[in-house]
């Protein structure tokens, strides 16, 4: 079974987008701007196809650690060694993901510039051509509002191009910035035709669900989703590798472990998307903003729903909050519709929420956890049997983080 990865990355960077734009101040879309322009420039260059595929994915994961940067930053470290960070740990996300060209440094070099002035100092020659792309893309969408320069402003933004680029970048990237620069590229960079022209611009990548680099894909959504709120710091890898625990219990074969691992990666993606003011509430939540934070399963719905191959792994992800009675949400859904593996998920996120540390809770004991998770279970809200399960194969976890599954502690594949 094929999946549109390209695809995966465009809704990872959506959400990514909005982070960044809560936590940095960036511009609406940034990363999605950056990759629909990198990439136009990349063909204008005659990049060959794989090179594309990188160059498109490495333009919208290129600030892909930015709340980690930003975390860091708020702790008063170094500036200068920030920066450094932000590039070497976006780097380490570009490189979970698998290319069939070689991407060295296409994150890592994303701040550099022509004449040695980056934050590593390397020149033109000594960091790739897609690397200085994305670079001038970003130089100049961090510095003119792209998004709102009108159609008949064009020979302006031009001007501005030439003065922003000039000096610091090589003359071959700043021609292709302004070749590829037209009335319909102003067009497609606008908020409302940007994700239509990312899906044009992104050049079409499949994976097959049985390949092993699912495993690692998720761990690095799990990463960043994890990253936006220091409450939730644990909560998407630890369920993540709760489920990969039970698949394994279960007999699940190494293809179907994956895609319950990559499910459990991408069950609160959708909480990118729910202010940070909410969702680190020190207290309980009023009725207003418990509706706020329920939103979170809408998104994950949404942008998981469009990715063709993901029908499964969308349905998983998205039914976490599905109760088999009725009451859950976002749809109310009941038993008949909720299979297997979506209750596996529910009961597993309802474990993690409760037995993790939260801002109105400590930690709780497997004991405590399993109390709160089997009355629910009487109460026929969650699956009776999968319940027990979980308390027989989480009982030697209690209080302890659940580890990377093994095989992926060594370095080898699943
Ligand atoms: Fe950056
Ligand atoms: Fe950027
Ligand atoms: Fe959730
Ligand atoms: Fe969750």
């Known amino acids: 079974m094929k999946a549109r990865l390209d695809m995966l990355c465009g809704a990872i960077s959506r959400a990514l987008d909005i982070v960044e734009e809560e936590l940095y101040h960036a511009s ?40 980690e940067y930003i975390r860091s930053e708020q702790t008063g470290d170094d500036q200068e060694e920030n920066l450094h960070l932000h590039c070497e740990l976006g780097q380490r996300n570009l490189e979970t993901l698998p290319f069939a060209t070689d991407i060295s440094g296409l994150v890592l070099y994303h701040h550099e510039h022509a004449d040695g002035t980056g934050p590593f100092g390397k020149r033109k020659g000594e960091f790739p051509l897609e690397a200085e792309l994305i670079a001038l893309a970003d130089h100049i969408d961090v510095r003119v509002p792209l998004q709102r320069v009108l159609v008949g402003n064009l020979p302006w933004l031009l001007g501005r191009v030439k003065e922003l680029a000039q000096g610091s970048f090589s003359q071959e990237v700043i021609d292709a910035l302004l070749t590829v620069l037209d009335e319909q590229m102003l067009v497609s960079l606008r908020n409302d035709y940007i994700h239509a022209s990312l899906d044009k611009a992104l050049p079409s990548w499949s994976i097959d669900l049985h390949d092993p680099a699912i495993i690692h894909i998720s761990q690095m959504i799990a990463r960043i989703i994890d990253y936006k709120s220091v409450f939730t710091r644990k909560h998407t890898i630890q369920i993540a590798n709760r489920a990969y625990v039970m698949a394994d219990y279960y007999g699940y074969d190494d293809s179907q472990k994956g895609q319950i691992y990559l499910a459990a990666a991408l069950h609160d993606i959708g909480k990118i998307a729910i202010p940070l003011a909410v969702l680190e509430k020190p207290g309980q939540l009023d009725s207003q903003e418990f509706k706020v934070i329920q939103r979170h399963v809408s998104y994950t719905l949404d942008w998981l729903s469009m990715i063709p191959g993901f029908e499964d792994i969308c349905q998983w992800a998205s039914n976490h909050h599905e109760k088999l009675d009725g009451s859950g949400y976002p749809l109310g859904k009941t038993a008949k519709d909720l299979d297997f593996n979506s209750r596996l998920l529910a009961c597993i996120d309802i474990y993690q929420a409760v037995s993790e540390k939260r801002p109105y809770h400590d930690a709780r004991s497997h004991e405590d956890t399993m109390a709160i998770l089997q009355s629910m279970a009487n109460n026929g809200l969650v699956d009776m049997r999968i319940t027990a399960d979980i308390d027989a194969v989480m009982a030697p976890y209690s209080l302890k983080d659940v580890p990377l599954p093994t095989c992926l502690q060594d370095g080898c594949h699943v």
């Open 28 to 67: 609406e879309y940034h990363c999605m701007r950056i990759a629909v322009l990198s990439t136009a420039m990349g063909r204008q260059l005659n990049l060959p196809e794989n090179r594309l595929i990188a160059l498109s994915i490495a333009a919208l994961f290129h600030d892909s650690a930015l709340t």
